[in-house]
């Protein structure tokens, strides 16, 4: 078994990993989003 402050470290890093995928993702990801739905406003959202 791994000791405990290990294993919070490797989940800090992996959250904060996570964290900088979805930032990069974020904008292809909404781009993609309004070309499916135009007929979306922004209220939507």
């Known amino acids: ?3 405990t ?3 919070a470290q490797l989940t800090e890093a992996e959250t904060a ?3 900088a995928r ?3 993702a ?3 990801g909404v ?3 309004w070309q ?3 007929k979306f406003g922004p ?3």
């Open 43 to 45: 209220k939507c959202f």
């Open 5 to 7: 402050w290990r294993a």
């Open 26 to 28: 974020a904008p292809l």
């Open 1 to 3: 078994a791994q000791p």
């Open 36 to 38: 499916q739905m135009p």
């Open 22 to 24: 979805a930032r990069n």
């Open 17 to 19: 990993l996570n964290k």
């Open 31 to 33: 781009q993609r989003r």
